[in-house]
């Protein structure tokens, strides 16, 4: 089999054959930006949403890639066609994007930072991860590390400094199941997993954490609007500790999967699994994007 392809500052290479500086800042500092799109059969999902995102991320970060927006859409569809050879009619991808602002200049003078390093890279979709939890569903658990509130850096902004995330991340891990970190702030809000926008059902509404507090998730976003679209009551806001312990739900949104459904939530036992309202919006969702996402889950992990 011919190996991956992806693109790495003005070529298209095979990925071993990437080489980044010891010296580069997002390999030092972690200061770079990064992306993870997807696609369902074999076309990418809302690429338009997440080069937006990336792009918004590179201004807060003074970041310019030395690439427009559109050249940058390009050459993604370009790597995903040079990877063709490697999908089955019932394969998926990811497309991911990392830009950093180059190898590092000295703090003291002499010269800046930079060239940026900009990669794009294309892999199989992990089904093998995640299938099982469609079914099983993830625990929920909240670490002592809290992340910054308002003043700290922009949650919105989809970085590769994610160190307080790997640290909740180490705390609650289990070796025998699936645990995700659900990070309060300082301010005790919720905020998000390591990895995913989180969702509750208390009351006959679902409830989401404001969008300044998280990042504003793509999927989230299409989940939002599925909800709306079906006629469900969707409330963004502030929730807290106290609020979790009277949900009935609980699910978590993430590009790869798209919905999961949680089974426990700091120790509490949620059932079914999924529930209702989780079992609604996955088929929703599945509806949206044209295929059933928890089938081709599990075919894949039966392979």
């Known amino acids: 089999m011919q190996p991956w392809v992806c693109y790495w500052n003005g070529w298209f290479v095979p990925e071993d054959e990437v080489r980044i500086s010891p010296g580069d800042r997002g390999f030092v500092l972690g200061d770079a930006a990064y992306e993870v799109?997807?696609?369902?059969?074999?076309?990418?999902?809302?690429l338009d949403w997440h080069l937006d995102r990336l792009f918004a991320t590179l201004g807060y970060l003074r970041l310019d890639p030395g690439l427009s927006r559109e050249r940058?859409?390009?050459l993604t569809l370009?790597?995903?066609e040079r990877n063709r050879a490697h999908l089955g009619p019932d394969d998926d991808v990811t497309l991911t994007h990392r830009i950093t602002r180059g190898p590092s200049g000295s703090p003291f003078g002499g010269p800046p930072p930079g060239p940026p390093t900009v990669l794009v890279t294309c892999r199989m979709v992990q089904f093998e991860a995640f299938a099982r939890l469609y079914d099983e569903g993830i625990e929920l658990q909240t670490p002592g590390v809290r992340l910054p509130a308002a003043g700290g850096?922009?949650?919105?902004a989809k970085t590769q400094s994610r160190l307080l995330f790997a640290l909740g991340e180490v705390e609650v891990k289990r070796p025998d199941r699936v645990v995700l970190p659900l990070f309060l702030d300082t301010n005790g809000h919720?905020?998000?997993?390591?990895?995913t926008n989180v969702f509750f059902v208390a009351g006959?509404?679902?409830v989401v954490p404001p969008d300044d507090v998280a990042l504003e998730g793509i999927t989230r976003r299409v989940v939002i609007a599925l909800a709306a679209a079906q006629g469900l009551d969707v409330v963004r806001r502030p929730v807290t500790l106290a609020d979790t312990e009277a949900c009935e739900e609980a699910f978590v949104t993430s590009t790869s999967p798209g919905i999961l459904p949680a089974c426990r939530l700091n120790g509490r036992a949620l059932a079914p699994v999924p529930g209702p309202f989780t079992h609604r919006l996955i088929a929703a969702f599945s509806a949206h994007v044209g295929m059933d996402v928890v089938g081709q889950g599990r075919a894949h992990a039966r392979r």
């Open 72 to 74: 940058l859409e390009a």
């Open 190 to 195: 919720v905020t998000e997993t390591a990895y």
């Open 37 to 46: 799109t997807r696609t369902y059969r074999h076309i990418p999902f809302h």
């Open 153 to 156: 850096p922009d949650p919105r």
């Open 78 to 80: 370009e790597v995903l």
């Open 204 to 206: 006959g509404q679902l």
